[in-house]
């Protein structure tokens, strides 16, 4: 593997797990209080946890859209978004949280892996690379995750 090759490979890890510019998604979740994760913030239209679950199901999305030509996308935007009116108790919760790191791990092996070439066209989506869908990725979550930092705030949820 060249120098530059993996360094990029090391940046786009770094990018994927928050290590950058902004807090991460575990700094983000840790410590929340489970009694509100249902509840909805004035002026918003979902709760903490339907908002993690929409990260989690948009990750999912591109990771399978990586590594499976025949992964069909939910419809949009409906299908990157939990059931309205849909609860999370403990272990939903969880779960989110569990496989939302699970599929970042899964991207991080794929961004790891120096047969892939990050760079060329995805074989059955040939406008799109790896390269892409990990800066795609990347963006969505941190955006998203600052988001939810800030649900936190207007909460009062910070201990």
Do not use: C
């Not at 890890?13 to 510019?21: F, P, S, T, V, Y």
């Not at 406008?127 to 800066?135: F, K, Q």
């Amino acid at each position: 593997m060249t120098q530059p090759d993996q360094v990029t490979r090391q940046q786009l890890i770094a990018l994927l797990r928050g290590e950058n510019a902004h807090m991460n998604f575990s700094q983000a979740v840790k410590n929340f209080p489970l009694q509100a994760a249902n509840q909805q913030p004035p002026n918003v239209p979902y709760t903490p946890w339907q908002l993690l679950e929409h990260i989690r199901i948009a990750q999912w999305d591109i990771l399978e859209f990586i590594r499976d030509p025949d992964h069909v996308s939910p419809e949009w935007p409906k299908g990157y978004w939990p059931e309205e009116g849909a609860q999370a108790d403990q272990s939903r919760w969880q779960q989110t949280i569990d496989q939302y790191l699970a599929d970042r791990r899964a991207l991080e092996a794929i961004v790891s892996d120096r047969s892939k070439d990050l760079t060329a066209p995805i074989p059955h989506a040939q406008d799109y690379t790896i390269l892409r869908e990990i800066l795609v990725v990347s963006d969505h979550g941190a955006y998203h995750i600052g988001e939810f930092a800030t649900l936190r705030q207007v909460m009062g949820t910070w201990s």
